[in-house]
Each structure stands twice: as structure tokens, then as C-alpha cells.
């Protein structure tokens, strides 16, 4: 069966990477969530996709110049204002503490390419072990140097490379670095990648599926997984072709 993991958590309909949009993937029935890390000021592990504040809070400025306690007055569902109310960006440990109440798995994107945040790898290995999560996290990220960093510190973790641009072999490239799976824009996986890279042993996880026919293609070709920014539409449709 083909998982779906909640892109930001249910990022089409909640405000992304917060507890509400994580809440809301486990509740339509999402098999994972993904999300993303970086560094606070004073060295706190925080989820956040952009570098900068701006986009999808009231706040402007670069996350690493921020301390955790400056971050958590920050509204959060700026691009669902009003929706829910305020919403705070929440640690990755705030996350796997939650994650320790139901059965999901979770994708950690380190957003570690514009800015590097040395230690950002030993820290969430850290925490993933600290919450004996070892069996249902993912470690993914563009900075392929950080995913080989990740394998040596911790063998036991899955690793995935995430890429934008065509690979030849792709099976080939994730394995001579250590990784268990990839990570591909949609774009850069052409169907017969996909099924050569399954047929080899190596799971495939695209992102972002967002439309239902795209999903019923690829759920009929066995892939892996989606990352989606709309599970509960990803449920529907993979329900629908099980009936």
C-alpha cells in the first residue's frame, strides 16, 4: 500500500508546520507527517520550513537570528489568520512528544542549504533517541553532505535525499550515500524511474501530490508514498480505489 505523509502536516488547509496542521493529518487518517528543522538562536531545534519568518508569520527576520522563547511569541497562522487562532512554532521535541501518543511516522526535512547550522544533525539524532523513535523517523534534506553526516553518526536511521533535478540512477546514488529511500520532485520522476528504483529495492517517495489524478497514477503504480499537502484527499482517493 502506497503511505501518505502529510506535507507540513495537512499544509493545504491548516497553517503549515504547526501542531494544528499535525493534529489535522492524524485525524484524516495520514500514515506520516513531514516536516522541517533548523536552528534557533540559542541552538534549539525548531520546525520552520523558510529561513526567513516573513512568509508564514507576523514576524519578519532570519529564524537563526531569533531565540526560542523570541520565537514563541510569533504568530505562526499568518496564512490562516483568524482561521484558528494564534498558533506558535512549535520544537521538534513539542513534536515528538506528540508523536509518542499515536503510531505515525515523520519525515525530518534539515533545512541546512542556505544556512549550514553546524550541530543541527547531532541534536535531532539526539532527540529522535531520547524519544527511542529510531523506528519511524526519516532524516531527509537537499545538503546530501548532512545525510552522510547523519548515516555515520546514527546507522540505524533511515536517510533520504531529497533532489529537484534529474538523476540517472537514482537507486544507485542513495544507496553509495548511505540512503534508504528517495526523495524526488515529482518532476524529476518520470514513471519509469519510479518503477526501476522499486524494482531495485528502493522506496519512492514523491512530493508534492496534490492532485487526485496524479495520486490514483501513482498509487496504482505501487510508489512507496506521497508527500501531500492535502492528506485527507489523499485518503479519499486511495479508500476509493481499495472499495
Not at 504547526?18 to 540559542?42: C, N, P, W, Y
Not at 529510531?134 to 536517510?159: D, K, M, W
Amino acid at each position: 500500500m502506497t503511505l501518505i505523509f502529510a506535507h507540513r502536516g495537512s499544509a493545504g488547509t491548516h497553517p503549515e508546520n504547526t501542531m494544528s496542521a499535525f493534529h489535522e493529518a492524524a485525524r484524516v487518517g495520514a500514515d506520516g507527517i513531514e516536516t522541517d528543522v533548523q536552528l534557533s538562536k540559542d541552538g534549539e531545534v525548531i520546525i520552520m520550513h523558510d529561513e526567513r519568518l516573513d512568509r508564514t508569520t507576523n514576524a519578519s527576520g532570519y529564524v537563526k537570528d531569533w531565540t526560542l522563547q523570541q520565537l514563541k511569541t510569533v504568530d505562526a497562522s499568518f496564512g490562516f489568520k483568524g482561521n484558528w487562532g494564534k498558533e506558535k512554532i512549535p520544537t521538534l521535541e513539542e513534536l515528538l512528544i506528540w508523536l509518542s501518543h499515536n503510531q505515525l511516522l515523520c519525515n525530518i526535512e534539515l533545512k541546512n542549504t542556505f544556512f549550514l547550522y553546524p550541530g543541527l544533525e547531532e541534536k535531532v539524532i539526539q532527540l529522535v533517541r531520547a524519544y527511542e523513535m529510531e523506528g519511524r523517523i526519516i532524516l531527509s534534506s537537499f545538503n546530501h553532505y548532512s545525510l552522510v553526516n547523519c548515516h555515520q553518526l546514527a546507522p540505524e536511521l533511515e536517510t533520504a535525499p531529497l533532489y529537484r533535478d534529474g538523476l540517472y540512477m537514482p537507486w544507485v546514488y542513495a544507496k553509495a550515500i548511505g540512503g534508504s529511500a528517495i526523495h524526488p520532485n515529482i518532476r524529476a520522476a518520470p514513471d519509469a524511474i519510479i518503477q526501476a528504483s522499486l524494482s531495485m529495492g528502493m522506496p519512492v517517495r514523491p512530493y508534492t501530490i496534490n492532485k487526485a489524478a496524479e495520486m490514483k497514477r501513482l498509487y496504482g503504480m505501487g510508489c512507496s508514498a506521497i508527500i501531500t499537502d492535502f492528506p485527507k484527499v489523499a485518503v479519499r482517493v486511495r479508500e476509493g480505489l481499495n472499495m
